[in-house]
């Protein structure tokens, strides 16, 4: 086992009492839905997970009319295109539901988009000329549920006896699906973080139940082993990234249970560790929380993490990262003021981060880990992604996703505006073989979108060198697209046709022109030209003017599916959260609803906030002493099949956990039903500890 030498003093063994929240990280049949993300109270590297009753829930696709596509063949021929201009496909999918998806790329077209449902793990694959998304593979979720992770990585966890099994898959960018074998770790401990590399090598940060950080490495070759890369100090979350050369880092915050003491960070190659783990920077007297430490993908075996921090209040946040002895404050003040949301992605060796700060209007921030430069955006919940070396931001604008690709000065300038995506609450980016971005997004109703930016090709034409004046004749073409063909326009002798083969006559003898346009789903368009010698009838006039007996264009056939049957009127479900109350030493929380399938309860722990900032009197008694609060956001689902009338549900262990802290909460409530999904919450304050 690898144990690198602690910070001075470091503390004793001690289970710690709160974790942050886990990237992708979904209970079993638990989490919010994306219809309803923007109702959702967010914080850093916020996940929403699934929703829905696997035994009701049903997909519909929201289809654009598609026009008979040319047929894909291979070949070359030159056409002009249309210009390269920003244009985009989309499939709205409803519900595309889980947390920050992942999204993983191959050659031009193909993409797979994995997200976290109720039921586990599911893939949307888009194959290359196809015009729309598919399902693909599903992984069924465990007795712990499962986290996502990059390269694909699925870690779901079971229940076996007195120990719990983690199987770790691999979504390929088919949407294939790869085993990649299992570990047995302690019943209690908790899936921190998983991530793939390319050569199949994998790590899965795991929390133990005494609070150290187990990280289990796989080799290439399909071995499992482990490390305790903190050594015996306490670890209150971790993260993991795959560098551009393959590596894996794994990096971590210490904790005391009051305060952040320090950030660590291991990177594991083909052959296991390369290096000794290292503690990145020393908190300890800073009287500093870490609210979220992002893993730094490696390039030749460095350390690095970034991470945000926090005063004891909540307030005076950092946004810092760098490499043991090179840890720079990226931003401070208002760069980061209620900083969340941190992602840092390494680009053609340019590492980038992003971060959302602001009170009254959240906005995203973009740096360079070097510390070069900082800047703001008009962007909001963004993510950064690799298109062609190019390092591109992907988020809001105006309620449409939008890219912009980040200067050298960390400006990032909006080039390209996609369809809306008004309630989204994250991004997942990446760009395919020939530079198409391909983004998902985690809000309602959860399009996934291609910035196809490639006209398409033109393969063959054939056309015959000459035809009779008056006498119909063929024209076919063959043309490829890897994001799919929209429409084949021919103008035949100044005639409009439409459809990849149609019958088109000449008006005169001569040379008449011929002209193909083939316009992708994207609406990037290619154009080339042609000439067919129109030859005189035998005994007629070569002049003469077309009959109105000549034949017209044949028709086209229109693909277009229905949303299906409605089903007929559907009543609405309601619920209405009337209260949480403690019993003895157990939480509950009491509903009334009606017309619901499905039950999801969600508890949120509410930001802090100083009395004088707060609009009436505090509800607790100050405190003797200042304490370390626990970090805010999402700290349990329960998911519940449900009648209606009045009821009573016991809270689960990870509720009835956080509920022992003084502080403010939200019990929020999504019933789900044929009619629709209806939420309700209700805000309460605990005060007394436990």
């Known amino acids: 086992m690898l144990t690198p030498v602690p910070p001075p003093g470091a503390p004793s063994r001690r289970r710690p009492l709160s974790r942050s929240r886990r990237l992708g990280a979904v209970a079993p049949g ?133 120990s719990q099994v983690v199987e770790v898959r691999r979504f390929g960018p088919d949407g294939t699906l790869a085993d990649l074998g299992s570990f047995s770790t302690g019943v209690d401990a908790l899936v921190d973080a998983v991530a793939v590399a390319p050569d199949g ?72 560790t390369v290096g000794a783990p290292a503690w990145v920077d020393d908190l300890r007297g800073a009287a500093r929380t870490v609210d979220d430490v992002v893993a730094v993908p490696s390039r030749g075996g460095e350390q690095a993490a970034a991470w945000i921090d926090a005063d004891e209040e909540g307030a005076d946040a950092r946004v810092r ?13 208002a760069q980061s003021e209620e900083a969340s949301d941190l992602v840092v992605a390494d680009v053609a060796g340019r590492t980038v981060a992003t971060w959302t700060a602001g009170a009254d209007a959240p906005t995203s921030w973009f740096a360079d880990l070097a510390g070069t430069c900082v800047a703001a955006s008009e962007l909001t919940t963004a993510t950064v992604a690799d298109r062609a070396g190019q390092p591109v931001a992907v988020g809001l604008r105006g309620g449409r996703i ?32 020939e530079g198409t971005l391909v983004a998902a997004a985690a809000g309602a109703p959860g399009p996934i979108a291609a910035d196809d930016r490639t006209p398409p090709r033109i393969d063959r034409i054939d056309l015959p060198a000459s035809a009779t004046v008056g006498t119909p004749f063929t024209a076919s073409a063959v043309a490829v697209d890897a994001w799919g063909i929209g429409t084949v326009r021919w103008t035949i002798d100044g005639k409009a046709r439409t459809g990849a083969t149609v019958s088109g006559t000449l008006s005169r003898a001569g040379d008449r022109a011929v002209e193909l346009r083939v316009r992708d789903a994207a609406g990037n368009d290619r154009t080339t030209s042609r000439t067919v010698r129109g030859v005189a009838a035998t005994g007629g006039s070569s002049a003469a003017p077309p009959s109105s007996s000549t034949p017209a264009a044949p028709s086209v056939s229109v693909d277009l599916p229905g949303p299906g049957s409605t089903g007929g009127m559907r009543a609405r479900p309601t619920v209405q959260v009337l209260r949480a109350r403690r019993r003895g030493s157990t939480w509950f929380g009491e509903l009334r609803i009606r017309n619901a399938d499905g039950l999801r309860l969600e508890l949120y722990r509410e930001r802090y906030q100083k009395p004088s900032a707060m609009r009436r009197p505090p509800t607790c008694p100050a405190r003797r002493r200042p304490v370390r609060r626990p970090p805010t956001g999402k700290r349990g689902v329960l998911v519940v ?50």
């Open 30 to 162: 638990a989490g919010p839905s994306l219809l309803d993300a923007a109702a959702v109270p967010r914080r850093s590297a916020a996940v929403s997970a699934a929703s829905g009753d696997p035994s009701t829930r049903r997909v519909r696709r929201i289809w654009t009319r598609r026009t008979l596509p040319a047929v894909l063949a291979a070949g070359a021929l030159l056409g002009v295109p249309g210009g390269a201009r920003a244009a985009w496909t989309a499939v709205r999918e409803e519900p595309l539901v889980g947390g920050r998806p992942v999204v993983v790329t191959g050659a031009a077209g193909q993409a797979t988009v994995v997200v976290s449902t109720d039921a586990g793990a599911e893939a949307r694959v888009h194959e290359p000329g196809a015009t729309g998304w598919s399902p693909g593979a599903s992984v069924a979720t465990g007795d712990l549920g499962q986290v996502l992770g990059p390269g694909g990585a699925v870690a779901t966890s079971r229940l076996d006896g007195a």
């Open 201 to 272: 090598s994998a790590v899965v940060a795991v929390d133990t139940v005494d609070g150290q950080l187990e990280a289990w490495y796989r080799s290439a070759a399909g071995t499992w082993s482990t490390t305790t890369p903190a050594g015996a100090a306490l670890v209150d979350s971790a993260d993991v990234a795959v560098g551009p050369s393959g590596l894996l880092t794994v990096a971590w915050a210490e904790t005391d249970e009051e305060f952040s003491l320090a950030v660590g960070a291991a990177t594991y190659g083909p052959a296991g």
């Open 321 to 333: 990262g760098g490499t043991p002895g090179a840890v720079r404050t990226l931003a401070s003040g």
């Open 402 to 433: 939008v890219v912009a690709p980040i200067g050298a000065a960390c400006d990032a300038t909006v080039d390209a505006e996609g369809p809306d995506a008004a309630e989204a609450s994250s991004f997942a980016a990446a760009a395919d073989g």
């Open 641 to 690: 099949r449900a009648g209606a009338g009045r009821i009573r549900v016991r809270l689960p262990w990870a509720m009835q956990k956080a509920l022992r802290k003084r502080g403010r909460y939200t019990l929020r409530a999504v019933a789900r039903g044929n009619g629709g999904i209806r939420v309700d919450k209700l805000r309460f304050t605990v005060c007394a500890e436990r």
